[in-house]
């Protein structure tokens, strides 16, 4: 909390998929792209420490707004790629370019809950007490997983990294039956936006509606977010890698 509140620092965190680069402001995101030589046009998520957070900040509708509890009541790791809320711009720093760095070029993020306790206590602090948001990217070169372990950061990552908070352990107790090999690095994303970045409608119980939310990435919990989402809504679709 301090080094993220102090401005301009990067901190390596561990979750339940592996360790990430999580900052707090516009120079800490310029670091954080620069250390993981990431292409800007893959925007960081941001970290949503309370359901009260996300709804100050995301353009939801009832469906999707449910959708997300059911989640975050079962404790599993999702991310929904959504507008943001007038109001919920104000939170991005105005410095730099950081509403290019959290956002694409449709102007919408990906919010993620439920990404493991160590990270979730930092953002729900800094959302509660500062009223600050949290920023993240795997920590790891782009392209490059870092396995769930802490050497997997990379050399440069580990030297210019403000803190490195290790944790091994945790993060193998998500899949404890999983090889380097068979686990996965990332969390599910769903997109809950057309093409131009608009909220798709609701459904209310009606069949083949169209726009309708999109699955564009696998990764831990799928098979229980696959039950939520076919529980949730009558039609979705799947496109593995439909983001940027």
Known sequence: MDLLLEGGKICVVPTKVGYIIATADSEGLERKF????????????????????????????????????????????????????????????????????????????????????????????????????????????????????????????DSEADLVIEADDYVTSIQPNASEETRWEQGVMVSFVTEDGTLIPEQKGQRMVTPCPVLIRKGVYLPEILEILSDSFLSWDFRQGFYY
């Open 34 to 157: 620069a250390v993981k030589d990431r292409k800007r046009n893959k925007p960081a998520v941001v970290l949503i420490g309370s359901m009260e957070e996300l709804d100050e900040l995301a353009e939801m509708n009832d469906e999707i707004r449910d959708y997300y509890q059911k989640h975050w009541d079962r404790d599993i790791l999702m991310g929904c790629i959504l507008p943001w809320k007038e109001s919920g711009l104000k939170y991005i720093p105005e410095e730099g370019d950081a509403k290019q760095l959290v956002r694409d070029t449709r102007g919408t993020s990906c919010f993620v809950v439920k990404y493991g306790k160590a990270a979730e206590q930092i953002s729900k602090e800094l959302w509660e007490k500062e009223k600050k948001l949290m920023f993240a990217s795997s920590a790891n070169p782009s392209g490059r997983g870092n396995r769930g372990k802490v050497a997997g950061i990379g050399e440069k990552i």
